[in-house]
């Protein structure tokens, strides 16, 4: 009985002192996370975009001095009345390294959706040895990415690797395909392997939406003798929406900062390069923390932007089964 | 005041035994480097009592200074001792320890152009340990087979290439290649191109006054050069190869010629080799442009004590004994890497064991260097953009012209008014 009522009083003492009191208590226990936080992702963030404004250089990072947007853009005129622009959003390497990525992130991002639900579905099915297969799946994603691209970068080499002598054996081709080398083949390298490794994480999240359906709608549209494509796309794609929408967007993000994979296989090829590795490339190898650090705040500012907009576009709900 | 002597004296010995050091040194060596360096420093931790640990890392040139250039930035102490680039002297002298002081005894023994391009000024940033400069490996019974002689020029190359190719292929040899050499978009590719443009007088990228020089029909012909070996006499995948892929397919039986440096001598002889004493090599060809000569990039590797080492002492101790006489000997025979010490070319053992070593003491001393030296802390983004350039040309991603007019504006803007 005295249970009973503390349920009632949660449900509509908004007001009251025991709803105030477990507010204090939640951030209580939020608040060790949100310090860490702010100490480990919070202040580096920070640091990188003050940075942007000066003319820090790894060799001497506590004297940068500001110098404002010069890093972002800056106009010189010469004396003959020539005008000069400058900075990052004038430097056609980094148009090219954000068209490389974007690019990237479109077609891995589409391609390992459509997968990963293929093979949620099949997983969804009930078949003997389900739960072995379903852990077998998860060992691409399980490998660090840093191996598997090593691995791949073996399996992908022109002369010794492995997959040109399928293809060769087969009869697909009839010469060794520099994959990693040529710039046609370099981007869908790089793909394959990174469809390869993320598919099992897309397929896991979409599983968990599966699962999520009753399975009564599905028994009541057998009845009513429902086409399963029909079924497909007017239950399942419905309500497996919003943990489809989640999984797309984790996996766009990772995708927008993709960093390691592209710097073991194709490492600085222009065809290849993408932000991050353009970041890097500045910041450590030319000296130019600043520009560097400019290019990491473009970074995430379009992360920031492209997330907000799928957000607002996809009405992606964070709140949970209301 | 003896006895005080000899009080002090053995007080000093046994100062130094009880505080033995734990030193760390890191090293991104290709080939058996690393395992002849362990070698050396058994020896080391014998007769000082420190112990030395090796940090391994990636071959590559530019994954490595990317990373040394973090730990120094950040005061990283762990690491006492960096095996250096030729190139890097400049870029990283603010943060490693004058060596002067300690090595005036033995300095002298060294090159002294090597000397010098390890001093930033008047600071001697790192002490040499050995010098590179490549070398043409050929098969030498093919070439026999076929009745051709070394190539002096890099058409003769191409011509020797292909026809021995073709016709192994004839033969049964289905993967076999004409030459293979370094065309990964890195460092590497800019000390192969820069022998193709400088070998057919086409100039060093930058030269040594500062000028930019690389915009000329000289060294867009060079370039075009090379781009018709890519997948005619060189596999597609060179594009994507650093020495030791060349190596790999070298070592196999797999190629005719391969542009590598020396250490891969005593590799291509080692027992599990299918080379072994099947080839010879030579200086690199030349070009065919008036006032064309043969041109070797000048490499090597140099050792630098960090001024964040926490045991500084101990650290200078280990560079002089890895870049002794002894140990540098040692190195040349087996590791072949050329020693920067002038009397060891003349040295009967390592003539003997790597007669390619007193041969290429010429090859070495007229070897062309990067432009490092004017282009100071600028270097590392002048070789990015030239390599790029390289790389783009290669790849059939704009002809030679168009991205050396591009590289060239490039550099100017990055010059800015003085490098």
Not at chain 1, 240 to 255: K, N, Q, S, T
Not at chain 2, 11 to 28: Q, R, T
Not at chain 2, 87 to 115: N, R, Y
Not at chain 2, 134 to 151: I, N
């Amino acid at each position: 009985m005295a249970i009973a009522q503390s349920a009632d009083s949660d449900e509509v003492g908004a007001g009251s002192e025991l709803f105030r009191q477990r507010i204090r208590s939640a951030w209580l226990f939020l608040a060790p996370m949100l310090i860490v936080l702010a100490m480990v992702a919070g202040w580096p963030l920070l640091r990188s975009i003050y940075f942007s404004f000066t003319n820090a250089s790894l060799t001497n990072i506590d004297a940068a001095e500001w110098v404002g947007f010069e890093n972002y853009f800056s106009m010189t005129t010469l004396k003959s009345g020539r005008v000069i622009y400058d900075g990052l959003l004038v430097d056609p390497l980094w148009w090219r390294s954000v068209w490389n990525t974007v690019r990237f992130t479109i077609i891995s991002v589409t391609l390992e959706t459509i997968f990963g639900m293929v093979v949620a579905l099949v997983l969804n099915a009930e078949f003997r040895g389900r739960g072995l297969v379903r852990a077998a799946i998860l060992v691409p994603w399980a490998i660090p990415t840093i191996v598997s691209a090593k691995m791949w970068a073996w399996m992908l080499n022109d002369q010794f690797g492995i997959i040109n002598d399928i293809l060769l054996n087969l009869g697909l081709i009839s010469q060794k395909i520099a994959w990693t080398a040529n710039p046609d083949t370099a981007m869908i390298a790089v793909l394959i392997v990174d469809i390869w490794k993320t598919t099992p994480f897309m397929a896991l999240l979409i599983l968990a939406g599966l699962q999520m359906i009753p399975g009564d709608i599905y028994e009541a549209a057998k009845i009513d003798g429902v086409h399963p494509i029909k079924v497909f796309l007017k239950v399942t794609l419905p309500l497996v929406r919003p943990a489809l929408m989640v999984a797309v967007i984790f996996r766009m993000l990772d995708a927008l900062r993709i960093f390691d994979l592209i710097y073991v296989l194709t490492a600085n090829n222009a065809q290849t390069k993408t932000m991050s590795v353009f970041a890097r490339e500045n910041l450590f190898d030319f000296d130019k923390f600043a520009y560097g650090s400019a290019a990491s705040t473009l970074l995430f500012l379009i992360l920031t932007l492209i997330t907000i907009v799928y957000i607002i576009v996809g009405k992606v709900n964070f709140e949970g089964g209301r | 005041m003896r006895t005080a002597l000899l009080g002090f004296a053995s007080a000093m010995i046994i100062a130094s035994a009880a505080n033995a050091a734990n030193l760390s040194i890191v090293s991104g060596d290709t080939g058996n480097g690393l395992a002849v360096l362990r070698e050396k420093l058994d020896i080391f931790e014998k007769q000082s009592g420190n112990k030395v640990t090796i940090v391994p890392m990636p071959s590559s040139t530019t994954d490595q200074f990317g990373q040394y250039k973090l730990w120094l930035a950040a005061g990283n102490s762990d690491i006492d001792v960096y095996q250096t680039d030729v190139i890097w002297a400049p870029q990283l002298a603010d943060q490693l320890v004058d060596l002067t002081e300690a090595t005036k005894d033995v300095i002298g023994q060294h090159f002294p152009s090597i000397v010098e391009s390890q001093t930033v000024n008047g600071k001697l940033v790192a002490m040499p340990l050995f010098t590179d400069a490549p070398a043409l490996y050929y098969r030498k019974d093919l070439l026999e087979k076929y009745g051709k002689t070394p190539p002096k020029t890099w058409a003769e190359l191409a011509a020797t290439a292909k026809e021995i190719q073709d016709k192994e292929r004839e033969a049964g040899s289905k993967d076999i290649w004409g030459f293979v050499w370094q065309g990964n978009a890195y460092e590497g590719l800019t000390c192969n191109a820069l022998e193709w443009v400088k070998s057919n007088g086409g100039g060093q990228i930058v030269e040594a006054d500062g000028e930019i020089s690389i915009n000329n029909p000289k060294a867009a012909e060079a370039l075009e050069m090379a781009k018709s070996w890519v997948n005619t006499i060189s596999p597609p995948g060179v594009l994507a190869y650093q020495e030791e892929e060349a190596r790999g397919v070298w070592q196999t039986g797999n190629a005719v010629f391969m542009r590598n440096w020396p250490y891969a001598y005593s590799l291509g002889n080692g027992a599990d080799s299918a080379v072994k004493g099947k080839f010879d090599v030579a200086p690199l060809p030349a070009g065919s442009a008036e006032g064309a000569a043969s041109a070797a990039t000048l490499g090597g590797w140099n050792l630098a004590v960090s001024k964040y080492s926490k045991n500084q002492k101990e650290a200078i101790d280990l560079v002089k004994f890895l870049a002794s006489k002894e140990m540098q000997k040692k190195q040349a025979i087996e590791a072949s890497n050329l020693p920067t010490i002038i009397e060891l070319y003349d040295d009967a053992d390592i003539a003997k064991e790597v007669p390619i070593i007193p041969r290429w003491k010429e090859v070495f001393l007229n070897a062309v260097p990067r432009p490092s030296a004017p282009t100071k802390v600028k270097y590392n983004e002048v070789s990015s953009n030239f390599w790029t350039a390289v790389h783009n040309t290669l790849s059939g991603n704009g002809s030679a012209a168009e991205n050396l007019e591009l590289l060239e504006a490039q550099l100017t803007k990055l010059k800015g008014s003085s490098w």
